[in-house]
């Protein structure tokens, strides 16, 4: 199992970029598919983005392609969410979550997951 650790959080204006990152620590870090999910106050966790084991695919879910860009660097076993063009839509707490096996938009697919970081977008 890995341990995973996000930051990169904060405060920021509707249009303004920030970059999530997730560090992980454990074993075979290239065995494990990584998510990152959002849950927003009253609200379901919901799929943000996904890459497979060695980055060459990614997945995104509908309210994020074309603004936000997952991408993996095995070397330091760190996981990063850009996210351009915020809007306050985006404001939740963003977590990274490990899965050993496939692609999944499914929160119980998952076996690990980070405390989370806050992203607020004001208007």
């Known amino acids: 199992q890995v341990q995973l650790v996000e930051s990169g959080g904060g405060l920021v204006q509707a249009g303004d970029s920030l970059r999530l990152s997730c560090a992980a620590t454990g074993r075979s870090f290239d065995t494990y598919f990584m998510g990152w999910f959002r849950q927003a106050p009253g609200k379901e966790r919901e799929f943000v983005a996904g890459?497979?084991?060695?980055?060459?695919?990614?997945y995104y879910g509908d309210s994020v392609k074309g603004r936000f860009t997952i991408s993996r660097d095995i070397a330091k076993t760190t996981v990063y969410l850009l996210m351009n063009s915020l809007k306050p839509e985006d404001t939740a707490v963003y977590y990274c979550a490990a899965n050993r096996g496939r692609h999944s938009q499914v929160v119980s697919a998952y076996d690990s997951w980070g405390q989370g970081t806050q992203v607020t977008v004001s208007s």
């Open positions: 890459i497979s084991l060695l980055g060459g695919i990614t």
